[in-house]
């Protein structure tokens, strides 16, 4: 193997990923058949001379083989059904823009050809005698993403090596730039919101998990393929993506714009009281060196407990959550166990360390592990986040304070496809993990210790809340006003509306169904945008989060019986 090539499966086995919240590569992996792929005339060309037949026969087959073999829940599958969905969506691409291109005869011939077939080989063979000049591993591709599909997991896919880059870019920290931190999966045969990352665009306009989503860029969302949305769901400096959402029986159109503030993975302050705050926005590979980095800033402030805080953390790649998890817990103790049924090799020879059962634990020692410690979690809290939580738990190392997690207990790693070689891969979930306990996580969650749910307004106090935010009179309040005064009130304004010069007359010319109250909320929330905007990093906002509030209490609480 050349050292490029082992260079890549390297980084491939370096990928395993708990996997995030459904989907959040969405916003990162691109669909080979999304808008900005090749289509029309250009797709023809000579496959007999070329082999792309044959070489479309062993990519469907070793994709066939993976799910058979490799998937976590490989006993749901049957051959006979997979081969059925590759099959007709091979069929069904003939009527996709993919292949627009193709003549209307040559298109209906195939579809003809594909009729009652029962194997991939014959598929493949019958349209190469219909049309040899087809591409192949277009067709191919819809065929492969078929089968995928056909497991039912909204985590699985196939990637380009485009897609893979992209992958393995922000497993690093990179790429995340135009993400509007969101996700979707079908959910009772609709499109819903499965995931919110905090930080990011959707999180700040108040996107929630279980909304359900009628349109996006202007098209119906249940026109928009699976694999679309990875790109529908970005927006680029200088634009705004158009989101209608359905909430609580009310339909809501969000215009979320590209925010100029970067999203940091790590957030940290320190509190005061002895009390530091830790926040992860998902689990990278920088990010242990990153926490251990603010872990020790603080400490040098006196900090003498943490406050770890993973809502809204979709989860990411498992070395990061297991490197976390070392830096509190102490030598030798289990973090977690995976099962799996993927065994990567290299030129037939397993790789050991790599796949298969395995136990995590942790082996570095630091100054970390006995300070007293809450960790906050949400049901956004997902995957990697939860298996670091159910540790901390299990352990007795935390106090978990909020809601019960998420509940996604898999993890995917992406398998090299020999036959296509570096063309395409498969995005796969292969691995199952418990907590040191043993206790199931997926579909389950973990559930804190200490119950706090966090403050949601109602149906009609978020009608209310949109439609002021969407008239756009808070920003042109604080734009108006802009100076240090507003600032000072961004960090804290004592929950007093008089604070806010104007504030009388500015109310009285609302049509508004808000409290004076909620409207003080709006233009405070309108200050810390604009200072975000300005390059402010928000960490925290002690004023108004009950959970962090509370979460802080325990602390403070635990500290004081210690002296």
């Given at each position: 193997m050349s050292i490029r090539g082992r260079g890549i499966v390297a980084a491939l086995l370096a990928a395993t990923m708990v996997g995030t919240a459904p989907k959040y590569l969405e916003s990162h992996v691109r669909d080979p058949s999304a808008p900005g792929g090749t289509t029309g005339p250009g797709l023809l060309r000579l496959s007999t001379k070329d082999g792309e037949a044959r070489k479309a026969r062993a990519y469907l087959k070793e994709v066939k083989k993976h799910l058979l073999e490799s998937f976590i829940e490989r006993e749901r599958m049957e051959e006979k059904a997979l081969v059925r969905a590759g099959i007709r969506a091979m069929a069904a691409a003939m009527d996709h823009k993919d292949f627009s291109g193709v003549e209307a005869e040559k298109r209906a011939a195939v579809k003809a050809g594909l009729k009652g077939l029962d194997s991939l080989d014959a598929a493949v063979a019958a349209v190469e005698e219909k049309v040899p000049d087809l591409d192949f591993l277009k067709l191919a591709d819809h065929g492969a993403q078929a089968m995928v599909r056909e497991t039912g997991?909204?985590?699985?896919?196939?990637?380009?090596?485009?897609?893979?880059?992209?992958?393995?870019?922000?497993?690093?920290?990179?790429?995340?730039?135009?993400?509007?931190?969101c996700s979707v999966q079908m959910k009772e045969g609709k499109v819903a919101v499965a995931y919110v990352q905090y930080g990011y665009a959707a999180y700040e306009e108040g996107i929630e998990i279980g909304d359900?989503?009628?349109?996006?860029?202007?098209?119906?969302?249940e026109a928009v393929r699976p694999e679309e949305w990875s790109e529908l769901l970005k927006v680029r400096a200088g634009e705004t993506l158009e989101l209608g959402i359905r909430r609580d029986g009310r339909d809501y159109d969000f215009k979320i714009a590209h925010r100029k503030a970067m999203v940091k993975d790590v957030r940290h302050q320190y509190l005061g009281q002895g009390v530091g705050y830790l926040r992860l926005t998902i689990f990278d590979g920088a990010l242990v060196k990153e926490a251990r980095s603010a872990l020790q800033k603080m400490q040098k402030e006196g900090m003498k407990a943490i406050l770890l805080d993973l809502r809204h953390n979709p989860g990411?790649?498992?070395?990061?959550?297991?490197?976390?998890?070392?830096?509190?817990?102490?030598q030798g103790l289990l973090i977690t166990k995976t099962?799996?049924?993927?065994?990567?090799?290299?030129?037939?020879?397993?790789?050991?360390?790599?796949?298969?059962?395995?136990d995590f634990k942790t082996t570095a020692r630091s100054e970390f592990e006995q300070m007293p410690m809450v960790c906050l979690v949400n049901r956004a809290s997902a995957s990697a986040s939860e298996l670091l939580a159910g540790a901390l738990k299990d352990h007795g190392r935390a106090t978990l304070i909020g809601e019960t997690t998420y509940?996604?207990?898999?993890?995917?790693?992406?398998?090299?496809?020999?036959?296509m070689?570096?063309?395409?891969?498969?995005?796969?979930?292969?691995?199952?993990?418990?907590?040191?306990?043993?206790?199931?996580?997926?579909?389950?969650g973990v559930a804190p210790g200490i119950a706090c749910a966090e403050d949601r307004p109602s149906a009609e106090r978020f009608a209310d809340l949109w439609s002021f935010r969407a008239s756009g009179l808070a920003d042109t309040y604080v734009a108006a006003r802009w100076g240090d005064e507003l600032r000072g009130l961004a960090e804290y304004d004592g929950f007093e509306s008089d604070r806010w010069?104007?504030?009388?007359?500015?109310?009285?010319?609302?049509?508004?169904?808000?409290?004076?109250?909620?409207?003080?909320?709006?233009?405070?929330?309108a200050a810390r945008r604009k200072m975000a905007d300005e390059g402010t990093v928000w960490v925290a906002d002690l004023q108004t989060d009950r959970v962090l509030q509370r979460g802080l209490v325990e602390l403070v609480d635990a500290l004081e019986k210690k002296q």
């Open positions: 997991d909204p985590f699985s896919r196939i990637l380009t090596q485009e897609d893979l880059a992209g992958l393995l870019k922000m497993l690093q920290g990179g790429g995340r730039e135009e993400s509007i931190g359900e989503v009628l349109k996006v860029a202007g098209r119906k969302a990411g790649a498992l070395p990061a959550s297991t490197g976390v998890a070392d830096l509190f817990l102490p099962v799996s049924h993927y065994k990567p090799s290299l030129g037939g020879l397993q790789i050991p360390g790599f796949g298969g059962d395995m509940g996604k207990g898999v993890g995917q790693t992406p398998i090299f496809l020999t036959s070689m570096m063309k395409r891969y498969l995005y796969l979930t292969v691995m199952r993990y418990t907590t040191p306990k043993g206790n199931e996580v997926n579909h389950i010069p104007g504030f009388e007359a500015f109310f009285a010319g609302l049509k508004t169904g808000l409290s004076k109250d909620d409207v003080r909320g709006e233009l405070r929330r």
